[in-house]
């Protein structure tokens, strides 16, 4: 995997001449963080977040006339009804996160007993699930309400995500998720880095790819094309869909790790969820 | 299911089979495979002369003639953009089925034409 991730940032890092082969996380998301300011070095930091409205111009017009009436307003208001709502028990969710409601920064994280990534979303079900409720569906309604609450009271915090250096298993997660990320999918034969590294900036059809980083810090998003909210793991599927590769089911193993690595390169960023997009 | 065996055409231009004749689509069916997003969607990554709202992933296909010597060797990029740049983003449109042979022909006569 190694030499593929080297590889791939070496050849759109013209203007980095040596380029040592990373070696650890620490060191590949220093190069991944460099090679994005690197590519768009009129882009501030704190502006990645945004994605592809940090680069495109016309698209920010579009977005910051969006912004003015944010169409996530209602999920972040439903969000916060469930949150308050007790469950049959008598008990809620304040009962499982007593942090919450702004936490979002403490996920993805590494569990040391399971030895399994967990996301939020994961977290939110298991949470229902001592309390003898149903889980929720993982890609829009309910789910993706609670997220945008969680996610708007999060707002600013920064993204820290751990890789623990004693157990060898959260490391093997991180690079299962690289490897994921690089790897070609579907009948069109692309990797998430492919359009999103490699392109990022360059316009396929009539989309400007977004790069990588800053892809986890706005979700869930409302996005135009859906007509509601989605989660970050529903639009992980699109992403898949769109190169004809089957896509994953959400919160699966393959799809967390992917979240680990994706999230573990963002550290450093400020949170903006929810977000809207086209 | 991939990949499948390489078509005809392509084996020709592998052997170094020179022939004119052995490839004659019709261009203005390529043009409409080329242009069109469900099915060869050139246009999503490459400007083409007359096209809406071309994509600038890949170089613009023009003055194709001066660029590859034959239709053979044209071919061989498109039915599969991997062999010449491993690294590509290109899709690889023989190799993965995503064109037919007769498709495939097509989209290189219009191709060359421009």
């Known amino acids: 995997m190694k030499p593929m991730f080297a590889i791939l940032l070496a050849l759109s890092l013209s203007g980095f001449s040596t380029l040592a082969a990373a070696a650890t996380p620490e060191q590949e998301q220093a190069l991944w963080q460099r090679y994005f300011q690197a590519r768009f070095p009129d882009v501030p930091w704190e502006e990645f977040p945004n994605g592809a409205y940090a680069i495109d111009p016309i698209g920010r017009e579009n977005w910051e006339a969006i912004e003015e009436f944010p169409p996530y307003e209602t999920a972040i208001s439903e969000g916060e009804a469930l949150w308050n709502t007790p469950f049959a028990d008598g008990k809620g969710y304040a009962d499982c996160f007593p942090d919450g409601p702004a936490i979002m920064n403490q996920y993805p994280r590494w569990d040391r007993a399971r030895g399994m990534v967990v996301t939020l979303p994961l977290a939110i079900n298991e949470c229902r699930k001592v309390h003898g409720e149903k889980p929720l569906k993982y890609k829009k309604g309910p789910i993706a309400s609670l997220l945008a609450y969680i996610g708007y009271e999060s707002r600013g915090q920064i993204i820290d995500v751990k890789i623990p250096k004693d157990d060898p298993r959260a490391l093997a997660a991180y690079e299962k998720g690289k490897q994921f990320y690089f790897a070609r999918r579907g009948q069109l034969n692309f990797s998430c880095a492919h359009c999103h590294v490699l392109y990022a900036g360059y316009v396929l059809r009539t989309e400007t790819l977004s790069p990588a980083l800053g892809h986890t810090t706005h979700f869930p998003v409302y996005r135009s094309k859906w007509g509601e909210m989605g989660t970050l793991h529903r639009r992980y599927i699109g992403c898949n869909k769109q190169v004809r590769a089957k896509p994953f089911k959400p919160q699966s193993e393959e799809y967390r790790n992917l979240e680990y690595f994706m999230t573990y390169m963002n550290n450093g960023l400020p949170l903006n969820a929810p977000g809207a997009r086209k | ?114």
């Not at chain 2, 600038?56 to 953009?81: C, F, H, W």
């Not at chain 2, 690889?92 to 989209?107: A, M, T």
């Open chain 2, 1 to 114: 299911m991939y990949p499948r065996p390489m078509a005809l055409a392509t084996l020709v231009a592998a052997l170094g089979i020179s022939s004119e004749t052995a490839l004659a689509g019709n261009v203005s069916a390529g043009k409409q495979i080329a242009t069109d997003r469900s099915r060869g969607n050139c246009i999503a990554c490459h400007y083409l002369p007359g096209g809406q709202s071309p994509g600038n992933i890949g170089p613009a296909l023009v003055g194709i003639q001066s660029r590859y010597p034959t239709k053979e060797s044209l071919m061989a990029q498109i039915y599969d953009a991997t062999v010449a740049n491993p690294e590509t983003i290109m899709p690889p449109f023989g190799r993965h089925q995503i064109l037919s042979d007769r498709e495939l022909e097509d989209v290189v006569e219009y191709i060359w034409s421009l």
